[in-house]
């Protein structure tokens, strides 16, 4: 498998743009979760969704974040509009069916808002 | 809140010895504790984990240990090679973590 697959790598933006980063689980899990890694807050979830379906979204920081997961094997997290303290990279994870609660990471968003 | 602390921040060992990371969680719902590694550049990679009902699991030069009732759980990796050098992250929790805020391990060839 491919592992969970996240675009773009890399994302510079000017303040007040509008950010969208992507995500493909592993193919045949049905839990994914966005999270976000800073220096000063470490490894924060964002959000979570089982089935498509947003779970458990009390991690998401403000109105300016959204999330969508439109099928089993795509997300999308949202900025609308960036702000320099959203700088950080954003993970994006995913888990199997079953009682699965080991939980696969990508590789990776490192987005700068300048 | 529900937290996780993981303890030291940094640590640095020579190449051959051993080196133990430790964390305690505080929600008593937590039955998943898993470990992972994460070097530069890339994501978090899970190494090693266990579940409530056990108390220790090892998997070649790594072992966790968890202690339910002291809430506690630790991470040992003997013998110590270059390229365990890494940030290492504990969590803990059931479908969703709460994380640790990470040690980085330096081994010294």
């Known amino acids: 498998d491919a592992g969970v697959i996240q675009s773009p790598r890399h994302e510079v933006t000017e303040m007040g743009q509008e950010v969208t980063l992507r995500c493909k689980p592993i193919?045949?899990?049905?839990?994914l979760f966005w999270y976000r890694q800073t220096m000063m807050r470490g490894l924060e979830l964002l959000i979570y969704f089982n089935n498509n379906v947003p779970i458990d979204d009390s991690g998401m920081p403000e109105d300016r974040f959204s999330a969508k997961m439109p099928n089993a094997s795509f997300s999308t997290l949202k900025i609308q509009p960036s702000e320099p303290r959203d700088s950080a990279v954003y993970f994006c994870a995913s888990s199997g069916s079953g009682g699965e609660l080991e939980q696969y990471f990508g590789p990776g968003t490192r987005l700068t808002v300048t | 809140g529900e937290n996780v602390e993981q303890h030291p921040s940094t640590l640095s060992v020579q190449e051959g010895d051993s080196a133990v990371i430790k964390c305690t969680y505080s929600d008593s719902a937590s039955n998943y504790f898993p470990w992972y590694k994460q070097e530069l550049g890339k994501g978090p990679q899970l190494i090693i984990d266990?579940?409530?009902?056990?108390g220790e699991k090892k998997d070649q030069r790594i072992a966790v240990t968890l202690n339910k009732t002291a809430k506690h759980f630790s991470l040992h990796i003997t013998e110590t090679q270059p390229e365990d050098s890494a940030v290492y992250f504990c969590?803990?929790?059931?479908?969703?973590?709460?994380f640790g805020t990470g040690t980085r391990l330096k081994v010294l060839a």
């Open positions: 193919s045949g899990h049905n839990s």
């Open positions: 969590a803990a929790g059931t479908y969703k973590y709460i």
């Open positions: 266990i579940r409530s009902n056990v």
